[in-house]
C-alpha cells in the first residue's frame, strides 16, 4: 500500500494535512462523482473543443471517447473503448457529408462483421478476407429515399382504387 501525505497551506501556513492511502482517495472520488466529471472534460478534449462536442452529442446522440480503429472508403469512422459496457464499446460515427441523414446500411460488410462481434480483428487488420473481383461494391439501403426501387408492372389491377370526384351514374 502506497500512503502519502497532503499539506494544505493557507497564506503560508498549514491549515489541514491529509494522509492516507491513495486508493481510498480514488475510492472517495468516485464515490462523490468526481470521476465523471474528469471523463466529461476529457470528452470535450477530445472532440476538440465545447463547440464540437456540442454537434458531436446533437450528432450522433452520445459523447464517447475512444481509440480510433480504422476509417472505411466511405469516410465513416470507427472507435473502441473497452471501458463501456460490451456490446456498447464499438460504435461509428459516420461520415459528415450524410449530416442526419445516416442509418447502420451504411455500414460496409467488412466493418459490419467487426461492429457486432463476428471478429475481433477490424479490416485493415485482418489480411487473409478475400478480395474478389466480382465482388459487388457496398451501397445503402435506399429504401423510403426518392432513389428507392419501384417496379413498373404491366399488369392490370384487380380492385380500382375509389375516386370521390368522379361521378358514380347508375342508369
Same mark, same amino acid.
Given at each position: 500500500?502506497?500512503? +502519502?501525505?497532503?499539506?494544505?497551506?493557507?497564506?503560508?501556513?498549514?491549515? #489541514?494535512?491529509?494522509?492516507?492511502?491513495?486508493?481510498?482517495?480514488?475510492?472517495?472520488?468516485?464515490?462523490?462523482?468526481?470521476?465523471?466529471?474528469?471523463?466529461?472534460?476529457?470528452?470535450?478534449?477530445?472532440?476538440?473543443?465545447?463547440?464540437?462536442?456540442?454537434?458531436?452529442?446533437?450528432?450522433?446522440?452520445?459523447? +464517447?471517447?475512444?481509440?480510433?480503429?480504422?476509417?472505411?472508403?466511405?469516410?465513416?469512422?470507427?472507435?473502441?473503448?473497452?471501458?463501456?459496457?460490451?456490446?456498447?464499446?464499438?460504435?461509428?460515427?459516420?461520415?459528415?457529408?450524410?449530416?442526419?441523414?445516416?442509418?447502420?446500411?451504411?455500414?460496409?460488410?467488412?466493418? #459490419?462483421?467487426?461492429?457486432?462481434?463476428?471478429?475481433?480483428?477490424?479490416?485493415?487488420?485482418?489480411?487473409?478476407?478475400?478480395?474478389?473481383?466480382?465482388?459487388?461494391?457496398?451501397?445503402?439501403?435506399?429504401?423510403?429515399?426518392?432513389?428507392?426501387?419501384?417496379?413498373?408492372?404491366?399488369?392490370?389491377?384487380?380492385?380500382?382504387?375509389?375516386?370521390?370526384?368522379?361521378?358514380?351514374?347508375?342508369?
Amino acid at each position: 500500500m502506497i500512503h +502519502k501525505s497532503y499539506f494544505f497551506f493557507v497564506n503560508g501556513k498549514q491549515i #489541514f494535512q491529509l494522509s492516507g492511502n491513495i486508493a481510498l482517495l480514488s475510492t472517495m472520488a468516485k464515490f462523490l462523482g468526481i470521476n465523471r466529471l474528469g471523463r466529461l472534460f476529457q470528452a470535450i478534449r477530445e472532440a476538440g473543443g465545447l463547440k464540437q462536442a456540442y454537434l458531436k452529442l446533437y450528432r450522433n446522440d452520445d459523447l +464517447k471517447t475512444g481509440t480510433l480503429v480504422g476509417i472505411d472508403k466511405y469516410g465513416n469512422r470507427y472507435f473502441e473503448n473497452p471501458y463501456y459496457f460490451y456490446g456498447r464499446n464499438r460504435w461509428v460515427e459516420f461520415a459528415p457529408h450524410v449530416n442526419m441523414n445516416y442509418d447502420g446500411s451504411q455500414i460496409p460488410a467488412e466493418w #459490419f462483421g467487426w461492429m457486432h462481434y463476428k471478429t475481433d480483428l477490424p479490416p485493415i487488420r485482418d489480411g487473409c478476407r478475400p478480395k474478389y473481383k466480382w465482388i459487388a461494391d457496398h451501397s445503402e439501403n435506399l429504401s423510403g429515399t426518392k432513389e428507392a426501387y419501384m417496379p413498373y408492372s404491366t399488369t392490370p389491377t384487380k380492385v380500382e382504387a375509389w375516386n370521390p370526384n368522379k361521378s358514380s351514374k347508375k342508369a
